[in-house]
């Protein structure tokens, strides 16, 4: 078996299975599809998918709210699922999928085919995202340390508001979305450091103490801030766990 690491980033997704047959085994999601066409929602604690081989992809990586822009469909109701693309989209959606099938021997046509479909969804998407576009932005340029309340000042609006247009266009609230990207500043920390500073993650990120920073990490990564960098440096022990 093989198994996927699914880690939030408050992206959504959408993936081409290469492999013909490939089968999934299991999931951590409610979802158990072997589709080879599908939506990733955006996730708010770790998961996995395990499947019975190795399986290549190509993927398209939105922005936390380009998915909505795209498909119209409020993300909050896709919220750590992995539904079939053909129930999300009109059924001009299996051309697409015939087109990617028949061509997956070239990844350079798949990901022509790819361009000019999201090209033609976006002609006709009318949806306004530039209040969620300037906000979403806010929070990851502070790495999801700025006051909600700062954010609502910038925007005019209440944080009731903000919430509602989080939840419908991003798929969670502005506070959970801002812990992912907190999170993901910190997974390339430890990802790019040689030993990294625990303690002074703990104190620059705002944790309230280190079981607070663990316990968050945890959820997020499947593993501890420790486990978790020797599992991807293979290095020497570190304790904080």
Same mark, same amino acid.
């Given at each position: ?26 999931? !951590? +999601? ?13 996730? !708010?604690?770790?998961?996995?998918? &395990? ?11 939105? *922005? =936390? ?28 959606? %299996?051309?697409?999928? *015939? ?32 209040? #969620? =576009? ?40 502005? %506070?959970?979305?801002?812990? &992912? /990207?907190?999170?993901?500043? &910190?997974?390339? #920390? ?12 703990? *104190?620059? +990120? ?5 079981? *607070?920073?663990?316990?968050?990490? %945890? ?19 570190? !304790? /904080?766990?």
């Amino acid at each position: 078996s093989n198994i996927h690491d699914i880690i939030p980033t408050g992206n959504t997704q959408i993936f081409f299975v290469l492999n013909e047959n490939y089968k999934v085994q299991k999931t !951590t +999601f409610d979802d158990q599809s072997s589709k080879r066409f599908f939506f990733s929602s955006p996730g !708010t604690k770790y998961a996995q998918v &395990i499947s019975d081989e190795v399986w290549d992809s190509v993927g398209i990586i939105f *922005h =936390a709210y380009g998915a909505y822009r795209l498909l119209g469909i409020p993300q909050g109701l896709l919220l750590g699922r992995f539904p079939d693309i053909e129930q999300l989209l009109p059924p001009s959606v %299996k051309e697409v999928q *015939h087109k990617l099938e028949d061509n997956v021997a070239s990844i350079s046509n798949i990901v022509k085919i790819l361009d000019q479909w999201l090209l033609d969804l976006l002609l006709k998407s009318q949806v306004d995202v530039a209040r #969620i =576009a300037y906000a979403s932005h806010f929070i990851q340029n502070g790495y999801g340390l700025q006051k909600i309340d700062d954010l609502c000042s910038k925007l005019f609006i209440t944080k009731r508001t903000l919430e509602l247009e989080f939840k419908e266009k991003i798929g969670m609230s502005p %506070k959970m979305f801002s812990r &992912i /990207i907190r999170f993901n500043k &910190i997974q390339n #920390i430890i990802a790019s450091s040689a030993k990294p500073d625990f303690t002074q993650i703990i *104190h620059d +990120f705002n944790y309230f103490d280190q079981a *607070h920073f663990i316990k968050e990490f %945890k959820t997020f990564s499947g593993f501890s801030p420790s486990k978790y960098f020797l599992r991807n440096a293979d290095m020497g022990s570190l !304790t /904080i766990d």
